[in-house]
Antibody
């Protein structure tokens, strides 16, 4: 059974840093792109970042470019999101998901980890 | 970052069909068959309904169908059921920065 479990969320002050992790199981991890999508309270979905299966290709939304870094460890089956320079508008539920087909198709999702930016 | 345009809400009665539109530009929706649709119930993770404009992932009901014309993609739900009441999101690949853009979401109410 495919499972994705996010962790690392919490309350951080503006300007601070946080590292999210997503532990994957139940499939050959290196096969698949992995992504992070977030959802601010009461708002819609926002794509944040994609990393390809080999870990040598990473792509970012304009809103987080230069502040967030996605990475993966194929030996451990984990994908991470290092978030620096956090802003109030980064407050959201962060989901990781598994890539299914090219670019926009993600078939398994975690339940999310909540990040709150507040002083 | 630009987003795709969806109606904020749609509604329909059980058994009816509804269509949700998703309008982008000639750069994203109009130029790539990389549009997907997601259903999200309150408090839950999104669920993939349609990928590459009109394809069904395994296990998804064929009551959900997707299409595209020009810069607008559409999701049609036929034989509306109470459990279809949820938020629906489209997304598309955009070559600008090699990114993904989402629509703002559409709340479906089953009357």
């Amino acid at each position: 059974e495919v499972q994705l479990l996010e962790s690392g969320g919490g309350l951080v002050q503006p300007g601070g840093s946080l590292r999210l992790s997503c532990a994957a199981s139940g499939f050959t991890f290196r096969c698949c792109d992995m992504i992070w999508v977030r959802q601010a309270p009461g708002k819609g979905l926002e794509w944040i970042s994609t990393i390809n299966g080999g870990g040598n290709g990473a792509f970012y939304a304009e809103s987080v470019q230069g502040r967030f870094t996605i990475s993966r460890d194929n030996s451990k089956g984990t994908v991470s999101l290092q978030m620096n320079g956090l802003r109030d508008e980064d407050t959201a539920l962060y989901f990781c998901a598994r890539g299914f087909s090219a670019w926009t198709s993600w078939d398994y999702w975690g339940q999310g980890t909540l990040v709150t930016i507040s002083s | 970052q630009s987003t795709l345009t969806q109606p904020a809400s749609v509604s329909g009665s059980p058994g009816q069909s509804i269509t949700i539109s998703c309008t982008g530009t000639s750069t994203d929706v109009g130029n790539y068959n990389l549009v997907s649709w997601y259903q999200q119930h309150p408090g839950k993770a999104p669920n993939l309904l349609i990928y590459e404009v009109s394809k069904w992932p395994s296990g998804v009901s064929n009551r959900f169908s997707g299409s595209k014309s020009g810069n607008t993609a559409s999701l049609t739900i036929s034989g509306l059921q109470a459990e279809d009441e949820a938020d629906y999101y489209c997304c598309s690949y955009t070559p600008i920065g090699r990114r993904v853009v989402f629509g703002g979401g559409t709340k479906l109410t089953v009357l």
